[in-house]
């Protein structure tokens, strides 16, 4: 079974920053795509980033220009690197990994931004 474990969230100021990190418990090159979805109260979940294992990445228009998604080798993670954060960014975060027609999620981190 994969593990897929997310942290760096948290409370935050709008316009303020916060990188988030899933790791996992298999390389992350095994992985088909990799990616981060998020969800807000009263809201549907919604794909935010993805990267493929060839390093193509897509973001959510919403997200583009403030959010990078990125590999690191050495901790064998996903990371989300935030800026420019605004209130309506404020959800639950969940990495996500796809391998064989097989999704895989974490546990999910929470992010808030408010002043």
């Known amino acids: 079974q994969v593990q897929l474990v997310e942290s760096g969230g948290g409370l935050v100021q709008p316009g303020g920053s916060l990188r988030l990190s899933c790791v996992a418990s298999?390389?992350?090159?095994?992985?088909?795509?990799m990616g981060w979805y998020r969800q807000a109260p009263g809201k549907e979940r919604e794909l935010v980033a993805v990267?493929?294992?060839?390093?193509?990445?897509n973001y959510a228009d919403s997200v583009k220009g403030r959010f990078t998604i990125s590999r690191d080798i050495a901790k064998n993670t996903i990371d989300l690197q935030m800026t420019s954060l605004k209130p309506e960014d404020t959800a639950v975060y969940y990495c996500?990994?796809?391998?064989?027609?097989?999704?895989?999620w974490g546990q999910g981190t929470q992010v808030t931004v408010s002043s």
């Open positions: 298999g390389n992350i090159f095994s992985f088909n795509m």
């Open positions: 990267i493929t294992s060839g390093g193509s990445t």
């Open positions: 996500n990994a796809r391998r064989n027609a097989r999704a895989y």
